[in-house]
């Protein structure tokens, strides 16, 4: 079966766990390396990823880029736009071509039934880097940030604020499969995808709606926050209102616990959904957050190689 990655139930809470420990290892076996040195085991070897943009990106582009070199393979970066894709060519044919050409696929897309069209016509793995719906490898780097930082994620408290978007599903969703707790603070209206709310408490994860900010950071371990605005979402002046009391400032994050860890995937915009003072505090974790996709991201093309 070929091991696809389009969102973190693919791969499983037990999947996951392990993922995050040879993250760590690797990152440990290669402290103070220079950044494009292969892994002393080079475990992908020969192995070429193709990555696809449909939509803008700096931390996916560049980390699955160096993620496939420090595992001893390589990796292509097209735009859509240049591609067939980009003029009509469909992306069954696509994924039949790139499947004899390369050995795994990652795509950056809009709607998630492309990626999901994608992967069911390709015979190589496909990694989803961010659909509209999710967005599982930052989340992936973002559970790895939090557990290097000392926090179990058993019980763990997190407190999102802002818009329920893909990032926040992500979130979600590993919730419920690696058993810690969400307190979604988003505005009525802007609520993130009720399957992944189910999915999540179902499986035993306490995820509450709490539209109160303050509330829903009280003695939270983790702050997280995003863009109000994605990728191909409108501006609107009604949305920006109703996000504004959602920013992450100083004093909301006076509510959480003195110790808690501020995480945001970037790209931040400074003075919207985060406050200068809160992401250059010592509590923020945001570029460990995004070296560490480049670790995580190794992690999850080994599970797709079957290697891990
Ligand atoms: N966090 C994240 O996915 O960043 P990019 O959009 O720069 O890839
Ligand atoms: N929610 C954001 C994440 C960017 C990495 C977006 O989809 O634009």
Redesign the pocket.
């Known amino acids: 079966m070929t091991r696809h990655f389009l969102n973190l139930s693919d791969a499983g809470g037990h999947a996951m766990a392990a993922m995050i420990n040879d993250a760590i290892d690797r990152k440990a076996a290669r402290a103070g390396w220079p950044k494009g040195k292969p892994d002393a085991d080079a475990p992908l070897a020969g192995r070429v990823l193709a990555t696809i943009f449909e ?1 803008n ?1 700096t ?2 582009r560049v980390s699955f880029d160096m993620a496939m070199r420090q595992l001893g393979g390589s990796a292509m970066i097209m735009e859509a736009g240049s591609m067939q894709l980009g003029r009509g060519e469909s992306i069954a044919d696509t994924a039949r071509v790139l499947s004899r050409m390369v050995d795994a696929i990652m795509i950056r897309t809009d709607d998630h039934a492309k990626i999901e069209e994608l992967a069911a016509h390709a015979s190589v793995p496909v990694i989803n880097g ?1 659909t ?1 719906l999710s ?1 599982p490898c ?1 989340i992936m780097a973002d559970l790895l940030t939090v557990i290097e930082h000392g926090k179990a994620l058993p019980g763990l408290e997190l407190a999102w604020l802002g ?1 329920g ?3 926040l599903n992500s979130i979600v969703e590993a919730a419920g499969l690696m058993k810690f707790n969400v307190r979604i603070g988003v505005p009525e209206g802007y609520d993130c995808d009720g399957g992944f709310v189910a999915a999540a408490l179902a499986a035993g994860a306490n995820v509450r709606v709490i539209r109160d900010p303050a509330e829903a950071v009280r003695g939270a371990d983790v702050v997280v926050t ?2 109000w605005i ?3 979402q409108a501006h609107g002046e009604a949305k920006l209102a109703a996000m504004a009391p959602y920013q992450v400032n100083s004093a909301l994050m006076a509510e959480a616990k003195p110790d808690a860890l501020f995480l945001h ?3 931040a915009h400074r003075g919207e959904e985060v406050s200068d003072m809160v992401i250059d505090s010592a509590q923020s974790v945001v570029w460990d957050e995004a070296e560490n996709r480049i670790h995580a991201q190794k992690s999850v093309l080994l599970w797709a190689f079957g290697q891990l």
Do not use: A, F, Y
Request: charged share 25%; net charge negative.
């Open positions: 939509k990106s931390r996916t961010l509209d967005h930052q818009d978007n893909n990032v995003d863009t994605s990728m191909g995937c970037l790209p």
